[in-house]
């Protein structure tokens, strides 16, 4: 009798292209990548072309696109108007190392859309934003110390890496240097009475968190959470931080705060901001960016201040392209078509778990979703958001993880991470009904080759 082809065999079958660049890029790159949630076993994908919601790899493969730029692409992939406005800006010059007016039109837009944004300050990417406001406020406190939450990302650079008081499965990054880290303390989510605690010592100048949860929402947090948060962090006088990387401009226009009405005293932000360029912003209360101010006392300029340089900020391109961006998106419409479609997908990923009998859940919120699988879940109930009251999701096992990722390849449908993704204002009804055919298929693969 036949083996049957496992879905490695079939990914292998069908992307010889991608494997023939994969081994070029090992030559090149650590591991062959350029961004470690590309790593994929046993190669990733090469990808040639894209547009909206499509995008094609060298082997002429066609995917329904949820990775969406890593979120950033909130109108897909080369939005006609988000192009033409780079088009007509590449020409005028992509860099003047000066001042310009699309980099105030750029930043008066984060201001009328965020409720925190009394003043604006541009980076080139989510990590700086986040290395910025941590930066800004240990300046304005005179602290050294930062809370963070365990499994929340705020990028790779040192200030954000964090320990836990008690043993932690959190991941950590080689080349931190321990005083650091001591410098960085992570406790478990949804727990204010633990954060009213290590605040009282006085020595935090901030708390930084995802408003929705870790890992963009992979485990949610308790509803009153945020206020409860606002009200400890006012109270000990410490600089509140949300990261809105991924929840800016998607779970609302407004992100997260105006989703929840809790305003943070510091945002940072980056992604769908920049239009699908490099671009991030630490938007916040106006006495806190005054730490960036040049003043006309010589010993303020010359130690007291944040020095901010950055080659790249507010460069000219990344200013048509998410300028452009914000326009188009500040009515909401877009916002209502993916959330829309979201709940949908969530749904019927959902009606389809039921009917094979895998154990696991989507859930989701706005125009982000999550797919658990071999695990026994709660029932998510009215809406697509995981129960408020059950306890955390638990973590889907990597070999099932890869398993998904690589089989709905295999099926046409890109997967951010393997398991989950985001809709986009233009995704359609098709891109659902065709994912959900992947979803289906892939389930069949995996228990077919004894992955559930």
Not at 96 to 118: C, D, F, K, T
Request: glycine residues 10%.
């Amino acid at each position: 009798m036949a083996a049957v082809n496992t879905i490695t065999d079939d990914y292998r079958r069908l992307h010889p292209g991608s494997q023939q660049l994969y081994e070029e890029a090992l030559r090149t790159f650590p591991s062959g990548v350029t961004h470690d949630i590309r790593y994929t076993s046993p190669f990733p994908i090469f990808i040639d072309r894209a547009a909206g919601s499509r995008k094609w790899d060298v082997d002429a493969n066609e995917y329904i696109d949820y990775v969406m730029g890593h979120g950033a692409l909130f109108l897909g992939h080369a939005h006609p108007e988000i192009t033409q406005a780079v088009i007509e800006q590449a020409p005028k010059g992509t860099h003047y190392g000066a001042n310009h007016r699309l980099e105030l039109e750029w930043g008066q837009r984060v201001r009328a859309l965020v409720p925190s944004a009394e003043e604006v300050r541009f980076t080139s990417s989510g990590t700086e934003a986040t290395l910025m406001a941590v930066r800004l406020a240990r300046a304005y406190t005179g602290r050294d110390k930062l809370l963070k939450f365990d499994h929340h990302f705020h990028g790779w650079q040192d200030y954000v890496v964090g320990t836990r008081a008690a043993e932690s499965d959190s991941p950590r990054s080689a080349g931190v240097p321990a005083s650091t880290l001591g410098n960085t303390i992570s406790i478990p989510q949804n727990n204010i009475s633990l954060v009213d605690e290590v605040l009282a010592k006085g020595e935090f100048a901030a708390v930084i968190l995802e408003p929705t949860g870790a890992s963009w929402g992979t485990a949610p947090v308790r509803g009153d959470f945020l206020a409860d948060l606002r009200e400890v962090t006012s109270r000990h006088k410490t600089v509140l931080i949300f990261d809105e990387v991924v929840t800016g401009f998607r779970v609302s226009a407004g992100g997260a705060q105006a989703r929840y009405g809790v305003t943070p005293d510091l945002t940072t932000l980056a992604k769908i901001l920049a239009g699908g360029l490099p671009g991030g912003a630490v938007a916040g209360k106006a006495d806190i960016l005054a730490m960036l101010e040049f003043r006309d006392d010589p010993v303020w300029n010359a130690g007291l201040r944040v020095a901010h340089p950055g080659t790249f900020n507010a460069n000219p391109l990344s200013a048509a392209a998410g300028s452009t961006m914000l326009s188009i998106v500040a009515a909401g419409n877009h916002h209502q078509h993916a959330d829309q479609l979201n709940e949908r997908l969530v749904n019927d990923l959902n009606a389809v778990l039921e009917q094979t009998g895998m154990p696991g859940r989507a859930y989701g919120l706005a125009s982000y979703f999550h797919i658990l699988l071999g695990k026994d879940c709660p029932q998510v109930g009215d809406g697509i958001e995981w129960p408020a009251l059950a306890p955390a999701p638990p973590r889907m096992p990597a070999v099932l993880t890869a398993g998904l990722k690589r089989g709905m390849l295999n099926h046409g449908v890109d997967l951010m991470g393997g398991n989950g993704g985001f809709t986009s204002g233009v995704h359609s009804d098709e891109d659902i009904s065709r994912t959900i055919d992947a979803f289906r298929a892939t389930l069949r693969a995996m228990k077919a080759e004894g992955l559930t």
